[in-house]
C-alpha cells in the first residue's frame, strides 16, 4: 500500500520559517519524481517545487529564493525549506510522487497559516 505521509505544517507569523516533511512508503521512492503542491481557499492547486529521480528542482516564481525543495532517497523522504513565509503562502501543502509512467500518489495535505 503506497503512503506518502506529510508533517511540520502549522501556524507561523510573516518573515517565519517552516520545514514540511513528506515520508513515503510503497514504492521505489528513487524512481519518482517528487514535489510539493498547494491549495488556497477558492484557488486551484499549485505547484509549489519539484526534485526530479535525477535530482532537477524547479520552483514556482512566488517561491524561488524562499523555498527549498530536498530529497533523501534512503529515508524515501522529501523535504520543503521555507522561509520569509508571506500570507500569500497560507494554503494547504501537498506532497506529490509522479512515476516516469505517469502515474500520481498524493499525500493528505498539511496546513499551512501564515498570519500575524
Known amino acids: 500500500q503506497v503512503q506518502l505521509e506529510e508533517s511540520g505544517g502549522g501556524l507561523v507569523q510573516p518573515g517565519g520559517s517552516l520545514r514540511l516533511s513528506c515520508a513515503a512508503s510503497g514504492i521505489i521512492f528513487s524512481y519518482y519524481d517528487v514535489g510539493w503542491y498547494r491549495q488556497a481557499p477558492g484557488k486551484q492547486r499549485e505547484s509549489v517545487a519539484t526534485?526530479?529521480?535525477?535530482?532537477?528542482?524547479n520552483y514556482a516564481d512566488s517561491v524561488k529564493g524562499r523555498f527549498t525543495i530536498s530529497r533523501d532517497n534512503v529515508k524515501k523522504t522529501v523535504y520543503l525549506q521555507m522561509i520569509s513565509l508571506k500570507p500569500e503562502d497560507t494554503a494547504v501543502y501537498y506532497c506529490?510522487?509522479?512515476?516516469?509512467?505517469?502515474?500520481?500518489?498524493w499525500g493528505q495535505g498539511t496546513q499551512v497559516t501564515v498570519s500575524s
Open positions: 526534485v526530479t529521480s535525477g535530482w532537477i528542482t
Open positions: 506529490n510522487a509522479h512515476h516516469p509512467t505517469g502515474y500520481d500518489h
